[in-house]
């Protein structure tokens, strides 16, 4: 999948000379190149697997952000500020993407030909998983005191991050059920953190 889009090869709109699909410039004549209809990982130049070094993708994409930097650009001509700006766009969204577990999940799920619909906002099909959120959604509105609340939250963040262990368990395993399941989880998981801080946060303010 990686390898195969590092090798394909596109014609500089400038020189038409041969420009790699992931470069960001034509290496005969230097102009700014479109992004090329690749994947996320290989845009940023990472191996595609749900265990990313957090710290390399960041260099990667502030990296390519500089270069791609409008001063750079500013004697330009529109074309190329256009192209400019449709690559840092796409550099955008892949690192959106790639740095969110949940998100990186459901992406790598797709590109394995296992997608999970992220965006719905349905009805829980996994009774044990409804069963799951709906005790904690009740332990969360019932908190009264801080302490009470701190605690949910506590409990939230440590869920959210024991759940993450075992989407990479899965995806290492190549349980590719297994993963989607835990990646839907996550998603409750993740709001209900979301949830718990919030309330915390108002109610250490309360007189």
Known sequence: MNASALAAVVPCWSCKGPVASRALFCSVCGAVQGPGAI????????????????????????GFQRRLHPDRFASKSGKEKALSQAQATSLNDAYETLKDPMKRAAYLLTLLGHPVDLTACGTINDRALLMEQME??????????????????????????????????????ADLDGAGHLCIRLKYLAKLAEEARAKKSRITRMP
Do not use: W
């Open 136 to 173: 904690k959604r009740e332990a969360l509105a019932d908190a009264t005191t801080p302490e009470q609340v701190a605690k949910l939250a506590v409990e939230a963040e440590s869920e959210v991050i024991a759940c993450q262990c075992h989407i990479s368990a899965a995806f290492n395993a």
């Open 39 to 62: 994947d996320h990982f290989t845009r940023l130049g990472m191996t595609p697997t749900f265990d990313l070094d957090m710290d390399a993708l960041e260099r990667q994409y502030f």
